[in-house]
């Protein structure tokens, strides 16, 4: 099974990148870092005649990148009890690939992968992270696309996230079944 | 009571406008639609020695345009059970404002102001909706700001809203008390 | 279309039904009031091997009244955050129900009718109230009986309900359509 | 620190049980099984001049037992995406005491304990029962307890919960703290 990990932390080595590292380390699995992608903001033209423009970024390289996987792991911070806004701008493109004819079997696709999710925050996020677990179970329904589980972790300086201790050894058990079966 | 709402589709009257325009006719409050402003996404670096890098945006005209009034209403489409993207960027940025020498009395200042939402969505909104709405009054706990009230309105295509009677009532009761105080 | 109301409220002419009787006044629909009937807690028997032991109590003959009709509206004080004792207790008991060989329809039964829900709680109900419209979704799911919609109304005193307009005119909406079909 | 452990489930070693001695061995603290109380459903009589009649029942020795307890776990199966019925009613009476002259300091004494949470459920309950923990850290909120956990269970037959592996191992830990400071 092959892992791709989607990171949206703007941060380089921080609390989310650690707590996620536990749950598919580097060498495994296939890291993407959100921010080092150029993805421009939707522009929400479902509705218009011509559909949507072309955009000039980086998205489709992207998508095609994580389709190549069988597992998803999404890893965001808790930014205002949600995920990160380049998380959330990645994902309101997707929009425009249900659209784009140069992925006609995008929703057939996500039906057989199976997607994760990590989050880090550091506000009670066991509680106050749970509409953002129960959203992306949404979005997860939308696709048909099974949601294999996830793990919230409580962080909020650098480094804080070595305490969680609950949440460290959450997350070496999250995906441990398709690493076992090799990469 | 001065009225800011802020505009988080990126549409042109759409129907996440439409209803907005219930609560608060063009003609009354100030109307700032995101789309007009360049907001980048956050760079996390509220723990770098040196503390947020400046950035070359409209970010701080925004905050002090939205400061001037007392109401705000943030209005937005429901992108994937969530705010849109747009709205989620300009949110995430208020952290770098909470660290901004500028702007000393932001969390003080927000106490005195009264936060509402209008989110419009076509995949059952009034149940898939409510893990935004939660998130929204965590946001306004966390900075001790009243959360006055929420309407959740129903429509996919380009003008469905009218037939949302029940979202276009609630809307047109959500700020009247403001209202009828005068702009 | 028939409607049933059925009340789990324990106080007469609380505010729980005062909202209720705005959505369907007494002398349309059939109003039940639970704290009439005598029904037992569930004592789980599931997984007997004999199943559930017979109970002598007054669910079979409320839960026949009840599925007379095709419309089914739930009200429920928000007791700690959720329905109240006697409603849980109620629904509970739909365990027994669907393994109860005199109901051998009873899912198919359900799936043609729709619920709704009216809930009235004195604590921020309109946010504190959402994971009881959340697990009551999560209900009508299980049934696949459609979930028509819901009002929350705030009050804690007696009359309290009558200031708040929102809801008392949400409430006269919420079944209108099929009032006009006549009962 | 002294454990009290609130059983709500009405089968007798049942999964939520199993799980919850993996937080709480049978000889460390107080096991304490609603099963074996007669509890009876609330009449709210909170505005009523006279206040709440006298109830013939267990509560009030139930009660007793629990306050002289420094922790409390409740562990309950999910029954309908909720606490069960007998944890409901039992909770419900809460408002009861809270109005019992022989409870002078009901609220402040709770505000000096610590509450956990178990849940078992057959239906997705790490997703579905999100809810009952949000509302479970709302009542938490109401008395100022703090809240030092959850664990979410999945299984429906008996003997199930062995193989949630993950759920197993976080009961372990969910009160690893307190007793190892001795019972």
Redesign the interface.
Known sequence: MKIAVIHG???IN?NTEYLTYQAVPKEKGTHLYL?DYNIK?????R?TEEGFTKVDDDLNELIDRVLEHDIFLFST?I????????M??F??R??QILRDSAYPDFREDLKKKVAYLIAVGG?TP???G??????F???CQ?YSMP?G??VIGKAS??GDIVHD??AL??AS?LLEKHLQQGE
Chains 1, 2, 3, 4 share one sequence.
């Open positions: 932390s703007t941060r921080g921010r903001p939707i522009i929400d033209e509705h911070p930014y205002w009890y949600s995920m990160s806004g380049p959330k701008t994902l309101d997707w929009s506000d066991t509680i106050k749970l509409p953002l677990v129960q959203q179970n949404y979005i939308f949601f589980g996830y300086r650098p201790k609950r050894h959450q058990l």
